[in-house]
């Protein structure tokens, strides 16, 4: 029998996207069920490609930045070569104290295996965990004693780090010698947002200072908004650390007081 | 192919290059194969998501919008009488 009418076609499930389309969607679920089931496998399976994301990630900084003004850099090149043999032996030197002073700071080393901007979220990824003594509510040092982060995730192998600069994250700090004292929120990618009283005393460069183990610096100043219709000022803060290089950090706990005051937009608290 | 092709550099420019990149190669892939661009949010999410950095999960949503958007646009272009 003659059939007089045409299959209806579906503008989603046509055998096209069926074929490619739904497979991507499964595929897609059955990760993030193994992500919500057994979530330190999943690290453990993913932290292969995210070393080796790390390591192109430095190799095309050192490959593009080749490409800058080749008679300056080899100017650059011989005084980096005499500063290098210098530093060379007080590095060893220094070397020998690092483990004392470590073991002083009772900070946990750990690598750094995910970070922003390829981080959408403003989270680190790092490859330290319960095993490692790792605990929510550490709070996470770049280099220098930065202040980055807090840990909140933690899995036996790896723990996840939000970091200060989160939109979802406020607190408590200071600004410049004479503390004044500001609420600061994240802006993402490593930059501050605060608002003050049009009057008070804060400029371009100023330092912001949490108390996270002591008074440690988080960012300075670099832009101050300041319109004459509104009785408020707003601070662009740019963080002393910048998330987008962080290979290491060390994972502390200094106490409840200051992650206890963070103020977060989707939780109560850690 | 070149949908196959787009949507392995999505996933993997979920790890390997910063999101927009990822995003871009999804919304890409997504004007051949509508689900793709939400497979990818999913996929992103499942590797990055976390409740105290964003309220929902936004590469889900995005997703899943840009599907529903391009699903739409293919649904009109199929129906319209210039073709």
């Known amino acids: 029998m003659k059939r007089t009418f045409l299959a209806r076609r579906n503008a989603l499930f046509t055998s096209a996207s069926f074929s490619a389309g739904t497979v991507a969607v499964a595929a897609a679920v059955f990760i993030l069920a193994i992500r919500l089931l057994f979530p330190n496998f999943f690290w453990t399976m993913l932290t292969p490609a995210f070393w080796l994301s790390s390591g192109i ?10 490409f800058k003004n080749t008679a300056a850099l080899s100017l650059r090149n011989e005084a980096l070569e005499s500063e290098n043999a210098a530093l060379l032996n007080e590095n060893r030197a220094l070397a020998d104290k690092a483990g004392a002073l470590e073991s002083l700071s009772g900070g946990i080393p750990a690598g750094v295996i995910s970070r922003p901007p390829t981080s959408p979220y403003d989270t680190l990824i790092v490859a330290a965990g319960r095993k490692s003594d790792v605990a929510v509510g550490m709070e996470t040092f770049g280099p220098g004693g930065v202040p980055v982060g807090v840990v909140t995730d933690v899995l036996p192998d790896f723990s996840r780090v939000t970091l200060f600069s989160s939109p979802t994250l406020s607190f408590d700090a200071w600004i410049g010698s004479k503390h004044v004292p500001v609420t600061i929120t994240g802006a993402g990618g490593g930059a501050f947002r605060a608002t003050l009283p049009r009057g008070a005393e804060v ?14 610096p988080l960012g300075t100043v670099v832009r101050v908004v300041s319109d004459p219709s509104s009785p408020a000022a707003t601070l662009s803060i740019q963080g002393a650390l910048s998330p987008f290089s962080l290979t290491w950090v060390s994972l502390r706990d200094t106490g409840d007081a200051f992650v206890n005051a963070l103020s977060w937009k989707n939780a109560d608290s850690l | 192919m070149t949908t196959g092709i787009l949507l392995g550099l999505s996933l993997l420019a979920v790890f390997f290059f910063p999101w927009p990149f990822a995003a871009v190669l999804a919304i890409a892939a997504s004007l051949s194969e509508p689900l793709i661009a939400f497979a990818v949010g999913v996929f992103a999410d499942a590797v990055y998501y976390s409740i105290h950095a964003a309220r929902v999960p936004y590469f889900t949503v995005g997703g899943a919008l840009v599907s529903i958007v391009i699903v739409f646009v293919r649904s009109r272009l199929k129906s319209s009488p210039v073709r």
Do not use: C, E, K, L
């Not at chain 1, 400029?203 to 440690?216: I, K, N, Q, R, Y």
């Open chain 1, 203 to 216: 400029s371009v460069g100023d330092v912001v200072t949490v108390a996270v183990g002591g008074a440690a």
């Open chain 1, 57 to 66: 990630d430095n190799a095309s900084h050192g490959f593009f930045s080749g």
